[in-house]
């Protein structure tokens, strides 16, 4: 089973940047498509972006053009960079990594992120 753990939670006031990073253990994650998800209380958890094995990136609409995804394959790490937050990004944040051959998927404990004034 892979192990992720996330990094760079925090509060910081709408317009600011934040990112986040999720450190995979093992040695297949080149292999993995990798997600982040978010879930504030009373949601449901959703996707917010993924990167594949090859590095083609998707984007929920309500992040395109303000959050990257990134992968460092060398490092087993996936990022995310979320710029000019806004309050409606408040969320626990979730990294994932897809099932893969006999590997079920995994995920994060979680990292939170509040935006507020």
């Known amino acids: 089973q892979v192990q992720l753990v996330e990094f760079g939670g925090g509060l910081v006031q709408p317009g600011e940047s934040l990112r986040l990073s999720c450190a995979a253990s093992?040695?297949?994650?080149?292999?993995?498509?990798m997600g982040w998800y978010r879930q504030s209380p009373g949601t449901q958890r959703e996707l917010v972006a993924d990167?594949?094995?090859?590095?083609?990136?998707n984007y929920a609409d309500s992040v395109k053009h303000r959050f990257t995804i990134s992968r460092d394959n060398a490092k087993n790490t996936v990022y995310l960079q979320m710029n000019s937050l806004k309050p409606e990004d408040t969320a626990v944040y979730y990294c994932r990594a897809s099932p893969y051959r006999s590997w079920h998927e995994s995920w994060g404990q979680g990292t939170q992120v509040t935006v507020s004034s």
């Open positions: 093992g040695s297949m994650f080149s292999f993995l498509k």
């Open positions: 990167v594949s094995s090859g590095g083609l990136a």
